[in-house]
């Protein structure tokens, strides 16, 4: 009997810049060779996760979160808060920009995108497009309007094991070649701001959404530090990549048996290897939220972990 552990059924979408890397690197038994994501923990009714525990059968996530908020530490958040995906980007994604919730709100009747990429997997060329150098509207408008994006965007080269911060208005995409895991607030609100020209097969380009681009992004483009928090116990290490009102995003390596103290609901996602939690099997591909009903809970094993908490419950 299990119920206080969630396993759930990830959901994959087809996507023109999709490849096979899900089911080569996280063997997932995939047809496609065009998978581009795989929504792991989602209540998004766009992809609302199966629950696979028997003590659960029938239960989505979203359903699962309105009925037990017992398991949520009580949230009261109208919607499960989170989603967490692993995109394969086995060509660029069109260059983007999400509003913050209280653009999302007024104008989507969604919540805005904060959001953040731990890379998983990464070509040697690999890069993403991150933020762009005008210092006012004005200019910005003006480099678009004269199709100055080589000039207008901030490219970075990226590696397996980088961690990238995508606050809502910050400009971004990910380049080809990336496998990342995406940690963020569950919405589905983006603006495309430019798609490289690029045309499907009837020669039809993607909708573009300029105006409202430019409404939300930031300007001039802020750059943060990044800092990570380490700390060990015994050959454990605990790293903390990002913590805001959003959403705390962590990287556990676990090496050894540990047992650690519990209080809130908390979302995993194995990226590697294999091991057990409170005595349950688990592996790399594998999603689960630990409910706020234990107190505490014991990992043993040799694997890899990307784990998140809601940043503040409402
Ligand atoms: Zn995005």
């Given at each position: 009997m299990n119920d206080t552990i969630v396993f759930l059924k990830p959901i994959f979408q087809e996507r023109i810049w999709g490849g096979n890397r899900l089911s080569k690197i996280f063997n997932y038994n995939l047809t496609s060779d065009k998978i581009g994501e795989c929504w792991g923990i989602s209540a998004h009714k766009n992809g609302d996760c199966e629950i696979t525990n028997p003590e659960y059968s029938g239960y989505t996530l979203s359903k699962l979160f309105e009925e037990r908020k017992d398991?949520?530490?009580?949230?009261?958040?109208?919607?499960?808060?989170?989603?967490?995906?692993?995109?394969?980007?086995?060509?660029?994604l069109s260059v983007q920009v999400h509003p913050d919730d209280e653009y999302a709100l007024k104008y989507e009747n969604d919540l805005g995108k904060n959001e953040c990429w731990y890379v998983l997997d990464a070509n040697e060329d690999?890069?993403?497009?991150?933020?762009?150098?005008?210092?006012?509207?004005?200019?910005?408008?003006?480099?678009?309007?004269?199709?100055?994006?080589d000039d207008l965007l901030i490219k970075k080269h990226v590696k397996k094991g980088d961690f990238i911060n995508?606050?809502?208005?910050?400009?971004?995409?990910?380049?080809?070649?990336?496998?990342?895991?995406?940690?963020?607030?569950?919405?589905?609100?983006?603006?495309?701001?430019?798609d490289y020209d690029r045309t499907d097969d009837k020669g039809n380009k993607r909708q573009l959404h300029i105006e409202e681009s430019i409404r939300v992004s930031t300007i001039p483009h802020v750059e943060k530090q990044v800092h990570f928090d380490v700390h060990t116990m015994g050959d454990n290490t605990f790293t903390k990549l990002v913590k805001n009102e959003f959403f705390i995003v962590e990287k556990w390596d676990i090496k050894t048996s540990v047992t650690?103290?519990?209080n809130l609901y908390r979302l995993c996602s194995v990226i590697d290897g294999t091991g057990k939690i409170n005595g349950l099997k688990i592996k790399k591909g594998d999603h689960f939220i630990i409910t706020s009903l234990l107190n505490e809970f014991t990992l043993e094993g040799d694997f890899s972990l990307i784990t998140s908490t809601v940043g503040s419950i409402k």
């Open positions: 398991l949520f530490n009580n949230d009261q958040s109208k919607e499960f808060p989170l989603l967490i995906k692993l995109l394969d980007a086995n060509t660029s690999a890069f993403v497009i991150y933020g762009h150098i005008a210092k006012t509207e004005v200019e910005f408008r003006s480099m678009i309007e004269q199709g100055k994006w995508v606050p809502a208005g910050t400009i971004h995409a990910l380049g080809a070649g990336l496998l990342i895991l995406e940690t963020q607030q569950s919405s589905d609100t983006t603006y495309r701001l430019y650690l103290n519990h």
